[in-house]
């Protein structure tokens, strides 16, 4: 089992740019593929990005392809998602999620066992 605890979150002007962090304990995160979500209210959480265990593979949706980077550091037990060019719709919680044994390329809620508590992040016009 593994706990996720995210942070990064906050206030930002569209057009800038924050990064999460989302880091893992108990078992070492090296052993799932990772996602973040995000979830705006009265929406549906949807995957925004994904990552192998090694790093080596990502997902991102088309809607933030050239925006958002995820990447990880397995030393550090640590996925970030990097968001730049904020745009006001993408206000919502963020979490972070573990995939058992996914290969970074899914991307429905269920395919992930872990869940983080989320991270607020709010865009300002």
């Known amino acids: 089992q593994v706990q996720l605890v995210e942070s990064g979150g906050g206030l930002v002007q569209a057009g800038g740019s924050l990064r999460l962090s989302c880091v893992a304990s108990g078992r070492t995160s090296s052993n799932y593929a990772m996602g973040w979500f995000r979830q705006a209210p009265g929406k549906e959480r949807e995957c925004v990005a994904a990552?192998?265990?090694?790093?080596?593979?990502?997902y991102y949706a088309d809607s933030v392809k050239g925006r958002f980077t995820i990447f990880r550091i397995n030393a550090k037990n640590t996925v970030f998602l990097q968001m730049n060019i904020l745009e006001t719709e993408e206000a919502a919680v963020y979490y972070c999620a573990a995939d058992e044994h996914g290969f970074g390329d899914r991307t429905r809620t269920h395919d992930y066992n872990y869940w983080g508590q989320g991270t607020q992040v709010t865009v300002s016009s």
């Open positions: 990552i192998s265990r090694t790093g080596g593979n990502t």
